[in-house]
Structures are given as structure tokens and as C-alpha cells.
């Protein structure tokens, strides 16, 4: 009766003062007392509970997983901070345990993965595109972030990339363009005010591209360099791959200064008056 009545007793002291038990419960356990119980019940009943924990999580999954989320989202930098810490202190133990690991069990954890992957691969895709498309506006603000941070590394690297593989991917286009027509043909017909624009703007960047060319030098025969607009290029040899004012609308940079360096630049008087020389002669 007396232990009846002292839970009872002690229910209603923790309903009316949640808060301050709350907080007491917190400085126990942060106490090194609190600390040396808890370890002590964890080694007596490891097993259970780490079957009860078990349990909970298979009963209430995407509950867990989504307050584990916003836990991670308010205390980032906590995390970060702690992690960095902790490996701080155990650098050698950390280093030793990667070590060990992976001379030992790199082969047999890398033919595992080959064989689950062989096994489970539709169901893989599968549960990768659901959760692209739970958390699809997720995914679009951190791939805009990560562009604003690293914008210049990424456009460094893209040229790279299409400098060192650009009759591949040409081939590569023109391949489907071919099989897939209809498809292009209505992505154009839907994004023809999109690609007229972003056609507008490779044009004038790349028009800038030889006005900057063309500010640098004057012309060869009379160094007229007061209007840059209207200097022209002019072919010393019998070498021309294409003609340079129409090449602004569909060719690289790299192509064009190819070109342009082949070339010596006139103003149009000096220009018309060699044509005119070259055809007497002839």
C-alpha cells in the first residue's frame, strides 16, 4: 500500500512540476554519478535494449528519420564541431581501425556490394527516383547553392571536360538528334523563345569576344585603329575554313581565335584596294 501510494505520490510531483524535473533529470545525467549508473545498466541489459530500440525503429520509421533530419538541420554546426573533436583525439586509433579494415576486408565488402547491387538493382533505382521525387525542391535549393558557391569552379571545369571530349559529345549529339527528331522537334517547339535567347546571348559574348580582339590591334597597311568596329579580317594565305562574321552565331571561341589568328586585320579602304590589286594582277 505504502509503495502504492508513494507512486502515486510521485506521479502527480512530476505532472505539476514537469519542468523542473525535466531539468534536474538533465544535471543527473550529466553528473558523473549519472554517468557511472548509466553505463552500468547499459553493460547488464545491452541486449534488450538494444532489441527495444530495434523494434522502434521498424515501428516508427519515417518518424525517426524525419526528426533525426531536423535534428541535424538546427544543430549542424554543433555536429560538425563535435565530429571534428572527437577525431581530433582518437587521430591514431581512427587511422589504425581504417587501416586494418581495409587491407583486410576491402575485397570481400567489395564483391558483397557487386553481388547486392546485381541482386537488388531495380529495387535500388527504384527507392533512389521515389526519394528524388519526395524531396525534388530540396534537391533544386542545394544544387543552386552549391552553383552560387562554386560558379566559377564548375564553369572551369565544364570547359575543361568539353575541350577534352568535344568530338565525342559532338558525335554524340548528332547521334540523337538523328534517332530521337520528333522529340527534338517538340523540346523546340515548346523552348523556342528560351533557345532564341540563350542564342542571343552566345552571339553578342562571343561578338564582344572578337571586338576585344579587334581593340588590341589596327590595321596592318595604315595602323587605322580609331573605330575598331569596322576593321576586317583579311586571309594572307589560301587557308580559309570559314568565314569569321557568320561563325559568331554557332562556333567556339577557341575555333574562331584559330581562325582570326590566320588572319591580318585592314580597315575597309585598305581591304577593298588589295582585292582590287590582287584582281589587276590577275
Known amino acids: 500500500m505504502a509503495d502504492n ?13 514537469k519542468e523542473k524535473v525535466i531539468e534536474s533529470n538533465k544535471k543527473y545525467s550529466k553528473s558523473p554519478k549519472g554517468i557511472a549508473k548509466k553505463k552500468e545498466y547499459y553493460q547488464k541489459n545491452k541486449d534488450k535494449i538494444i532489441s527495444r530500440s530495434c523494434n522502434y525503429f521498424i515501428k516508427n520509421r519515417d518518424r525517426v528519420l524525419i526528426r533525426n533530419r531536423q535534428y541535424r538541420e538546427k544543430n549542424r554546426d554543433k555536429i560538425i564541431a563535435r565530429d571534428r573533436q572527437y577525431r581530433l ?16 576486408d576491402i575485397e570481400l565488402s567489395r564483391a558483397k556490394n557487386r553481388a547486392y547491387l546485381k541482386k537488388n538493382r531495380a529495387r535500388i533505382m527504384a ?49 540523337y538528334h538523328q534517332t530521337h527528331l520528333e522529340q527534338t522537334k517538340e523540346y523546340r517547339a515548346r523552348n523556342r523563345g ?30 587605322y585603329k580609331e573605330y575598331p568596329e569596322i576593321l576586317q579580317f583579311h586571309h594572307t594565305k589560301r587557308d580559309k575554313s570559314f568565314d569569321i562574321s557568320s561563325a559568331i552565331g554557332n562556333k567556339d571561341e577557341a575555333i574562331i581565335k584559330k581562325e582570326m589568328d590566320k588572319c591580318i586585320l585592314l580597315c575597309p579602304n585598305c581591304h577593298f584596294w588589295l582585292h582590287f590589286q590582287e584582281k589587276k594582277i590577275k
Not at 561578338?207 to 590595321?219: E, H, P, S, T
Open 194 to 223: 528560351r533557345l532564341r535567347i540563350r542564342k542571343n546571348l552566345y552571339r553578342e559574348r562571343r561578338g564582344k569576344f572578337v571586338l576585344d580582339y579587334k581593340k588590341a590591334r589596327c590595321c596592318a597597311n595604315c595602323g
Open 89 to 104: 583525439k582518437n587521430r591514431d586509433i581512427l587511422n589504425a581501425k581504417l587501416k586494418a579494415s581495409y587491407h583486410e
Open 127 to 175: 527507392r533512389r527516383q521515389e526519394w528524388r521525387e519526395k524531396n525534388k525542391s530540396r534537391l533544386n535549393e542545394e544544387k543552386k547553392e552549391y552553383y552560387v558557391k562554386n560558379k566559377e569552379r564548375i564553369s572551369m571545369l565544364s570547359k575543361k571536360s568539353y575541350s577534352r571530349h568535344r568530338e565525342k559529345k559532338l558525335q554524340y549529339q548528332k547521334g
Open 5 to 17: 501510494k508513494r507512486k502515486q505520490y510521485n506521479q502527480k510531483y512530476c505532472e505539476n512540476n
